[in-house]
């Protein structure tokens, strides 16, 4: 085993809850899938010396957004391509809501299309973004997947397990529940009842489940493709934006009805079937919604009045520095009624947070070229990185159990074409 060294006609409501939500039924556990034997393994103590060449530059840099899709809640293998997040749309008085009670899965994405969970991300940038080039990225990953990394440097204890495969010469990070459609046990709160509310699906993509962005960036000499799920944008930050309410009755009609023809199967600009034993499954791409700038995209967080002392936004600005959400609203609740609701422009915080935690990012930086060196040196170019509660681990194993390739064929040839 090794052991590495230092290194207006619009759509109020979501229907099943912020993108997660499936119809209520008692949650079974699912057993773990098993593990395979240890490669090579990561201490924490093996990131406390930082590489010269990365001192003092662990940050993010030409950050852009590339793309994203909504799922359609009508059809669980729909997207729409560019698809655009719910708009903010807060009501006109505090009105008490229903505290959440549906059942929602921990990966929307892995429950909504498990043979290729990461298929429809890349099928996006292909479909919208044609140019990009996909060979040169160095790690595929999502805001899971990286924000479990980053707890792990920063020493916060949670376990997790994630699959670890290069196509060409990128790695892709894809978190490994035990079901992909393991769902949250004892959701409690307000955390989908409020955006149901507060937020709103334009018409033009009426019927979405969940707005997925996709955003590349460089950190630390490292050509990262992130996704991540946005719960929404402001309207005022995207001026000029076309919406149904400065459209006449006839374009808000021919929009409406141009959808509708989309989702029933007439303007569908793509249907790729998945490589899966029984052939039945296919991911189909409607092209509709529009580009909405990252500038105006937003994270949101609701909390009981009785922590309004917590520093909620402090505990999250990890998460936006990954995803590089500039805007964050944060929603107090008393008994379910929200009267204390907060719209923040946090870029000069989460710039503040990267300089003050350069110490950890260049550990960071650190562990994601370990993980990307040792898997480009594999033979098979597939591993699993599992990390234990308790133990200042992390194991590079073999992949243990039935396993998919990350991509079908027909995706992977991509970058083999572009490498030719």
Not at 142 to 157: A, E, K
Not at 321 to 335: D, R, S, T
């Amino acid at each position: 085993m090794l052991s590495f060294g230092s290194r207006g006609g619009n759509w109020r409501g979501r229907n099943t809850g912020r993108g997660r939500g499936v119809s209520r039924a008692t949650t079974v556990p699912t057993p773990a899938p098993p593990l395979g034997d240890i490669l090579a393994s990561i201490q924490y103590d093996d990131l406390e010396e930082a590489n010269d060449e990365n001192d003092g530059a662990a940050r993010i840099t030409g950050g852009r957004y590339l793309t994203s899709y909504n799922w359609l809640d009508k059809s669980s293998r729909q997207i729409i391509v560019p698809g655009e997040p719910p708009a903010w749309t807060p009501l006109s008085y505090p009105t008490k809501l229903r505290e959440d009670s549906g059942q929602y899965y921990r990966d929307s994405n892995a429950a909504r299309y498990p043979t290729y969970p990461l298929e429809p991300m890349i099928r996006a940038i292909l479909t919208d973004r044609p140019d990009f080039s996909l060979a040169n990225l160095d790690i595929v990953g999502c805001g899971s997947t990286m924000g479990n990394l980053l707890r792990f440097v920063r020493g916060q204890d949670k376990p997790f397990r994630m699959i670890v495969e290069l196509v060409g010469q990128t790695v892709f990070l894809l978190r490994r529940e035990n079901s992909p459609t393991e769902r949250i046990p004892d959701v409690r709160g307000y955390g989908h009842a409020f955006p149901e509310a507060y937020t709103t699906w334009n018409a033009r993509v009426k019927g979405s489940e969940s707005h997925q962005r996709l955003i590349n960036y460089d950190f630390a000499g490292i050509n990262c493709l992130i996704r991540f799920e946005a719960d929404g944008y402001l309207p005022k930050l995207v001026p000029g934006l076309k919406t149904m309410e400065n459209q006449d009755p006839e374009t808000e009609k021919e929009q409406d009805e141009g959808l509708l023809a989309s989702l029933k199967g007439t303007v569908i600009s793509s249907c790729y079937p998945v490589d899966a034993a029984d052939g039945s499954s296919e991911l189909v791409i409607t092209k509709g919604g529009q580009h909405i700038p990252q500038s105006a995209v937003f994270d949101l967080k609701t909390r009981s009045i009785k922590k309004i002392d917590i520093d909620t936004l402090g505990d999250e600005l990890a998460r936006l520095w990954i995803a590089q959400i500039p805007n964050f609203v944060l929603a107090y609740h008393k008994f379910g009624t929200f009267e204390d609701i907060r719209v923040q422009d946090v870029r000069e915080k989460i710039k503040d947070w990267e300089n003050s935690h350069q110490v950890e990012l260049v550990k960071f930086a650190n562990l994601l070229d370990m993980i990307i060196s040792f898997v480009r040196s594999t033979e098979s170019g597939k591993i699993e990185i599992e990390h234990e509660e308790g133990v200042q681990t992390l194991n590079l194993r073999a992949q243990g159990g039935v396993v998919n390739d990350v991509l079908p064929a027909t995706v992977r040839d991509k970058w083999d074409h572009e490498s030719d």
